[in-house]
C-alpha cells in the first residue's frame, strides 16, 4: 500500500500533471499496437474469405478431386462403382459478375437432388432444378426469392430468377449441375469431387488406405488430395505477403518504442535530484527500476487498451485495401467479417505493456544506478554522452557490418528472417551514429542559421546539440519512420517503373480483350471459342493471339498455366529472356514440343531452372515438359507455366480463350481498328483495352496494391510526427526557466515561439537527412534481399523523385506544425514564476 | 529626475501583500541595496522595477515611463535597452558558451558587432580568457561574473541583481561586490541589488530595509563598514 502511495505520488502525479504529453506518448502507443491489431485483423480476414462462399458451401468432407482444365464426368462413374458407401458430391465452380453492381460472386454448380447444400427456402420441384434460369442465392448475396438478377458468365450475360435462400453459402450463387455445365461450357467436365468416405471402422481403414483405394479408381492426371488442401495453398501462397504485411505494420509499433524510451529517459533525466534524494530516504535500486518500469507498463497498458479499440477501427478500412492486394496479385477474395476475439484484445494489450516496458529498460536501469547523493546538473550528463560519440559511431559500423552479412544469407523456411535482422541492424547503425551526425551538422550550421536567421536560429542549433541525448532519441524515431518511407516509397516506385518498363515491351499488340467484370489472380473466365476467327476476319486486324489460362497446383503452391500462339509471340516480342535468347528463338523451340517457359516468380518459388523438367496433370494424364527459358513477368505472383497453344489444345481441348490479343496491320488506325472489333463483338460481354488504357488499367491496379504499404508508412510517420510534438512540449517543460531567463534578457514571445519553430525545423531537417541515408540502404535491402526472397521479382533501382520529395515536405511541414502548440506553450510561460523556481 | 521611481507600489499574489505602500527614488549612477528577511518582499520589488511584474495598484517610472502603461512590444524593448539581469544562480544558458552566453541580450535585440561588444564587456569583468568556456567548465564566480558582464553588454541604465553572491563563497561574492561597486562608478550604471547579506551592504550607496513589503527605513552607507 506504501509503496502504492508513493508510486502515485511520484511517477502518476507527474504524469498527470503533464496531461497533453502524457496523452501523446498513449496516443503514439495507441496508434502503434492499433496498426499491428488492424493488420492482423484484416490479414485474416482477407485471407480468410477465399474459403467461406465455395468451401463452406462444400460442406466438411473427406477427400476432394480436381484436374487441370477438369475432372472428366467418366471419373465420378468409376468412384460410384466402388464397393464402399461413398458420398460423392461433384461441383462445377466458377465466378459470376453481377451486372448492377460489377461485383464477382462465386457461380456454383452442385447436384440439387442429390446433394443440396443446405436447406433451401422456397417450394422447389426436381424440374425447376434443371431450369437454367432459376439460380439459389447465400444470405450474403443479399437478394430475396423472386427478384430478378442480370449476371455475366465468361462472357454472356443473361436474366435469372433467385428461387431460394442456401444456407451458409455466403454470397456464392448456387444453381444445378447440368444448367452449370451448360452455362459455363463445361461439357462432360467437372471442377471438384468432393468424397465422403465412411466412418464405420475408422481404425482399419484409416485415411491413407482409403486414398489408395480412391486412386485405384481415378485416371492418371487427376489429383487426389485432403479437402481443403486449396485453403491451405492459398494460406501458404499469402504467407509471405501477410508475413512482409505483418512486419511493415511493425515499423510503427517500432516508432511508438522510441517515443517509450524517450519519455521514461526524459523521466529519468528530469528526475535525478527527486530519485537521489528516493534513494537517501531509503528505496533501493529495485524499487527505483520497479517504478519507471511501472510507469512505462501504465502508458503501455492505455496505450494498449486504446490500441485494442483503435485497432478494431482500423481494420474495416485496411480489410479493403488488404483484400484488394490479396485480388490482384494472389487469389479471388470477398473480406470476411472481421473477428475480434478475446485473444487477440489480450495480445494487444500484451504488446502495448510488453513494447511500452522493454522501450523501458534502459532509462529505468539508469535511473536505478543514481546515486542516494547524485544530483548531477543535465549539462554534464550531455557532457558525458558527447564523450561517447565516438564509441557509438564504431558500434554503428560494426552493426552496420553485421547488416551487410546477415543481407547476404538465405531465406529460411522462405521467408527472409535475416534480411529483416539486416533491416533491423541498419536502423540500430544509424541510431548510434545519430548523435555524431548532430553533433557534425550542429556545429556546421549554428553560425550560419544564426547569420542568416538570426539569434533564433542560432539557440534551438545549440540546445539540440546541449540535449544530445533526447535529440538523438527523437531524431532516431523520426528518422526510422522517415527512412521506412523513403525506403518503401523507393521500392513501390523501383518496382512500378520496372513493370511500366516491363509493359513497354511485354505489351506490344494493339488491342487487348477479355470477358467483362474486375480481374483476379486465378479467376480465368473465357471468351466464346469463336471469337479469334470473327477478328481474324477483319481487315484491319493482322494477327490475333489467343491466351488460355488454368489455375493449377504445382508442388503444393497455386500457379497459372497458360498456353498462347507462340509464333505471334515471338514475331511481335521484343523483352529478351534471361538466357539473353532473343523472343523469336525461344517461341520458336515451344512449337509442336512438349516444351515450356516460366515466369521468374515461378521459378524462384520452386527453384526451377532452365533444363530442368515439370510434370503437370494435364487432361488425364501426367505430362512431362521441359523448361527452355525464363521469362520477366509481374502480373501476378503466383507465377506462370506457358506453352504453345497447339499443344495445350492436345492435352486440353477446350478452345476458349481467357484473353486474345490483337495486332493490328501497319496502316490501319487504333480507332477504326477498335471501332471494327468493336462492332464485330456487338452483343458480347467483352471488354477491350487499347495498349495504352491497358497500361493504364494495370498502373491503377498496381497502385491500388500498394496503398496499403503507404497507409501504413503514414501512420509510422504520424506516431513519429506526434512524438516530435510530445518531445518539444517536454523539452519546453524542462527549458521553462531557459525561456523566462531570455524574457529577462529581452527577448519578445515571437522569438520564444520561433526558437521552439526552428528547434522543430532543425529536427526535421536531421531527420530527414539521416532517414533519406538510412532509407537508401534499406530501399536496397527491401528491393534486392527481401522482395526477392520473399516474392521472387527482380526489380530494377529507381529514384521516385518527385514521390520522395512531396512525401519528405509533408513530414517536414506536419514535424514544423508540430511544434506550434509547444512554442504556444513556451511563449505564455510567466518568467517570473518560471525563473524563480530553484 | 530619479531613474527609477517607487510611487505608493503594492503588490498582492491572490490576496497575499507582497509589497505594500512602497515609495522612494533612485538617482543615476546610485548603488541600492534592498535588504529584509526572506519573503519581505525585495525579489517582487526587482520584478515590479525591471518590468518583469506590475504593481496591484501605483506605479513605477523607469526613465520617465510608467511601466504599467506600456505594451508587450515597448515592455520587450524598455527591458532590452535599459535593464539588466543578475540572478543568484547565474542563469547561463548551458548550450552557450561565455561569450555567446554574453552576446546573447545584443543578438536578442539585433544590434551589431554584438561580438566584440560581449568581449569587451568580459574584459572588463577580468573573464576575456574564459570566452570560449561552456558554463559548466566555470566556477561560481566565474559563472557569475559572466552572468555580470551579460547584464551589461547593452548598457543598461538600471542593473537589477536578486541575491548576486547567495551561490557563492564569501571571498568570491566580495570580488563579486567589488566588481558591482566598479561598475557603478565606472559607467554610473544604477544597481538595485536584493541581499540578506549585512556585509553586501557595504559597498553600496543607499540600503532600503523592507519588512513584511513594507519600507522600513532608508539610509546612506557608511563605506567602509
Known amino acids: 500500500m506504501a509503496y502504492l502511495t508513493i508510486f502515485h505520488r511520484l511517477i502518476l502525479r507527474p504524469l498527470w500533471r503533464e496531461s497533453v504529453r502524457t496523452v501523446l506518448t498513449i496516443a503514439a ?5 492499433a496498426v499491428v491489431l488492424a493488420i492482423e485483423l484484416a490479414g485474416e480476414a482477407a485471407a480468410g474469405s477465399f474459403r467461406s462462399s465455395v468451401e463452406t458451401l462444400a460442406g466438411s468432407g473427406d477427400f476432394e478431386v480436381t484436374a487441370t482444365g477438369g475432372v472428366p464426368a467418366a471419373a465420378l462413374a468409376r468412384l460410384a462403382l466402388l464397393p464402399y458407401a461413398l458420398k460423392l458430391r461433384p461441383r462445377i465452380e466458377d465466378y459470376a459478375v453481377v451486372a448492377a453492381t460489377n461485383r464477382v460472386v462465386p457461380f456454383v454448380g452442385v447436384d440439387m437432388l442429390g446433394d443440396a447444400p443446405a436447406a433451401t427456402a422456397g417450394n422447389t420441384g426436381a424440374s425447376e432444378f434443371l431450369h437454367g434460369g432459376f439460380i439459389w442465392v447465400g444470405k450474403d448475396a443479399g437478394w430475396k426469392p423472386g427478384e430478378h438478377v442480370r449476371l455475366i458468365v465468361n462472357d454472356e450475360s443473361a436474366d435469372y430468377t433467385v428461387r431460394g435462400i442456401v444456407d451458409g453459402a455466403g454470397d456464392a450463387i448456387v444453381t444445378d449441375l447440368a444448367p452449370a455445365a451448360r ?21 482399419s481403414r484409416p485415411l491413407e488406405q482409403w486414398e489408395s483405394i480412391l486412386r485405384t479408381a481415378l485416371p492418371d492426371g487427376v489429383t487426389l488430395a485432403p479437402q481443403g488442401a486449396r485453403t491451405g495453398e492459398n494460406r501458404r501462397m499469402l504467407a509471405a505477403f501477410r508475413w512482409n504485411l505483418r512486419v511493415l505494420s511493425y515499423i510503427a509499433l517500432v516508432v511508438g518504442a522510441f517515443l517509450i524510451y524517450n519519455t521514461i529517459s526524459v523521466s529519468v533525466i528530469r528526475r535525478r535530484e527527486e530519485i537521489g534524494i528516493m534513494r537517501a530516504l531509503g528505496a533501493t535500486r529495485f524499487g527505483v527500476l520497479g517504478a519507471f518500469l511501472l510507469e512505462a507498463g501504465c502508458l503501455g497498458l492505455a ?50 505493456v510488453l513494447v511500452s516496458m522493454v522501450s523501458a529498460l534502459a532509462p529505468a536501469w539508469e535511473a536505478s544506478q543514481v546515486m542516494p547523493v547524485e544530483a548531477m546538473a543535465r549539462g554534464r550528463r550531455d557532457h558525458h554522452v558527447r564523450m561517447h560519440q565516438g564509441r557509438g559511431l564504431a558500434f554503428g559500423a560494426a552493426l552496420a557490418l553485421a547488416a551487410w552479412f ?30 555524431a551526425l548532430i553533433s557534425v551538422l550542429s556545429r556546421a550550421t549554428a553560425t550560419v542559421a544564426g547569420r542568416v536567421f538570426g539569434v533564433e536560429a542560432l539557440l534551438a542549433s545549440r540546445s539540440l546539440a546541449g540535449s544530445m541525448r533526447r535529440t538523438a532519441v527523437l531524431v532516431g524515431a523520426l528518422s526510422t519512420s522517415i527512412a521506412m518511407l523513403s525506403a518503401v516509397g523507393i521500392m513501390v516506385g523501383s518496382f512500378r517503373q520496372t513493370v511500366l518498363l516491363w509493359m513497354e515491351d511485354r505489351l506490344q499488340a494493339d488491342l487487348y480483350l477479355r470477358p467483362a ?73 515451344l512449337i509442336g514440343h512438349d516444351r515450356v517457359i516460366v515466369s521468374e516468380a515461378f521459378a524462384n518459388k520452386h527453384g526451377v531452372k532452365r533444363g530442368d523438367t515439370l510434370e503437370l496433370p494435364l487432361g488425364g494424364r501426367r505430362v512431362r515438359f ?14 506462370y507455366i506457358v506453352m504453345d497453344r497447339g499443344t495445350l489444345l492436345q492435352y486440353l481441348p477446350d478452345p476458349a480463350p481467357s484473353n486474345v490479343a490483337v495486332y493490328l496491320r501497319a496502316g490501319a488506325s487504333l480507332e477504326a481498328g477498335r471501332r471494327a472489333v468493336e462492332t464485330a463483338l456487338a452483343g458480347r460481354r467483352v471488354m477491350v483495352f487499347t495498349n495504352r488504357s491497358l497500361r493504364e488499367e494495370a498502373m491503377r491496379v498496381f497502385d491500388r496494391t500498394f496503398a496499403i504499404t503507404y497507409a501504413l508508412e503514414a501512420v509510422a510517420v504520424f506516431v513519429a510526427v506526434m512524438g516530435v510534438a510530445g518531445a518539444l512540449l517536454a523539452l519546453v517543460i524542462d527549458r521553462r526557466r531557459e525561456f523566462g531567463l531570455l524574457r529577462f534578457l529581452g527577448g519578445s514571445t515571437g522569438q520564444i515561439r520561433r526558437i521552439i519553430l526552428f528547434e522543430a525545423g532543425l529536427l526535421g531537417l536531421l531527420a530527414n537527412i539521416a532517414g533519406i541515408v538510412l532509407g537508401f540502404w534499406l530501399s536496397l535491402l527491401l528491393i534486392f534481399v527481401i522482395n526477392r526472397q520473399s516474392f521472387g521479382w527482380t526489380i530494377q533501382f529507381h529514384w521516385p523523385v518527385a514521390v520522395l520529395v512531396s512525401a519528405l515536405s509533408i513530414v517536414y511541414a506536419a514535424t514544423v506544425l508540430a511544434a506550434l502548440y509547444p512554442s504556444q506553450v513556451a511563449a505564455r510561460l510567466v518568467p517570473i514564476e518560471v525563473i524563480h523556481e530553484d | 529626475m530619479p531613474l527609477l521611481r517607487f510611487n505608493r507600489v503594492s503588490k498582492s499574489y491572490a490576496g497575499v501583500p507582497a509589497l505594500v505602500g512602497v515609495s522612494f527614488d533612485v538617482a543615476r549612477g546610485e548603488f541600492v541595496a534592498l535588504v529584509g528577511q526572506s519573503g519581505c518582499g525585495k525579489s517582487t520589488l526587482l520584478n515590479v522595477a525591471g518590468a518583469m511584474d506590475f504593481p496591484t495598484s501605483g506605479e513605477v517610472v523607469l526613465d520617465g515611463v510608467v511601466t504599467s502603461s506600456l ?41 551589431p558587432r554584438a561580438r566584440e561588444t560581449a568581449l569587451d564587456c568580459l574584459r572588463e569583468v577580468e573573464m576575456d580568457a574564459y570566452a570560449a568556456r561552456m558554463p559548466y567548465q566555470l566556477s561560481g564566480g566565474q559563472m557569475q561574473r559572466v552572468a555580470i558582464a551579460r547584464a551589461l553588454v547593452h548598457a543598461p541604465a538600471l542593473l537589477l541583481a536578486d541575491e548576486p ?23 554610473q550604471t544604477t544597481i538595485l541589488m536584493a541581499t540578506h547579506n549585512v556585509e553586501a551592504v557595504s559597498v553600496t550607496d543607499t540600503v532600503v530595509r523592507l519588512r513584511d513589503g513594507r519600507v522600513q527605513g532608508i539610509s546612506e552607507t557608511v563605506k567602509g563598514l
Open chain 1, 29 to 33: 502507443v495507441a496508434l502503434g499496437v
Open chain 1, 183 to 203: 452455362l459455363l461450357h463445361r461439357g462432360a467436365m467437372l471442377d471438384r469431387i468432393l468424397i465422403d468416405v465412411p466412418i464405420v471402422v475408422p481404425a
Open chain 1, 303 to 352: 496505450g494498449g487498451l486504446a490500441g485494442v479499440a483503435l485497432g478494431r477501427l482500423m481494420a474495416i478500412g485496411s480489410v479493403r485495401l488488404v483484400a484488394a492486394t490479396v485480388e490482384s496479385l494472389y487469389v479471388s477474395s470477398t473480406p470476411a467479417p472481421i473477428a475480434l476475439t478475446w485473444g487477440v484484445v489480450v495480445a494487444g494489450i500484451a504488446i502495448g
Open chain 1, 406 to 435: 546477415a543481407s547476404r544469407q538465405p531465406p529460411v523456411g522462405g521467408k527472409p528472417l535475416f534480411g529483416y535482422l539486416a533491416a533491423l541492424l541498419m536502423i540500430g547503425a544509424s541510431t548510434l551514429a545519430i548523435p
Open chain 1, 517 to 589: 467484370g474486375p480481374a483476379g489472380a486465378d479467376r480465368h473466365p473465357t471468351l466464346a471459342p469463336d471469337i479469334a476467327a470473327r477478328l481474324e476476319a477483319l481487315p484491319e486486324v493482322a494477327a490475333v493471339d489467343q491466351f488460355r489460362a488454368y489455375e493449377i497446383s504445382y508442388q503444393g503452391m497455386p500457379a497459372t498455366l497458360g498456353g498462347g500462339d507462340a509464333r505471334i509471340a515471338g514475331r511481335y516480342g521484343r523483352r529478351p529472356f534471361f538466357s539473353g535468347a532473343r523472343p523469336a528463338d525461344v517461341f520458336a523451340q
Open chain 1, 626 to 639: 521441359r523448361v527452355i527459358d525464363i521469362y520477366g513477368d509481374y502480373s501476378n505472383e503466383r507465377g
Open chain 2, 71 to 111: 505594451g508587450e512590444a515597448a515592455l520587450t524593448r524598455l527591458r532590452r535597452e535599459k535593464v539588466g539581469f543578475i540572478f543568484q544562480s547565474f542563469q547561463l544558458l548551458p548550450s552557450l558558451s561565455a561569450v555567446e552566453n554574453v552576446e546573447l541580450p545584443l543578438l536578442l535585440a539585433r544590434r
Open chain 2, 165 to 187: 553572491t547567495g551561490n557563492l563563497d564569501s571571498t568570491t561574492g566580495d570580488l563579486v561586490l567589488q566588481l558591482l561597486r566598479r561598475i557603478a562608478d565606472r559607467r
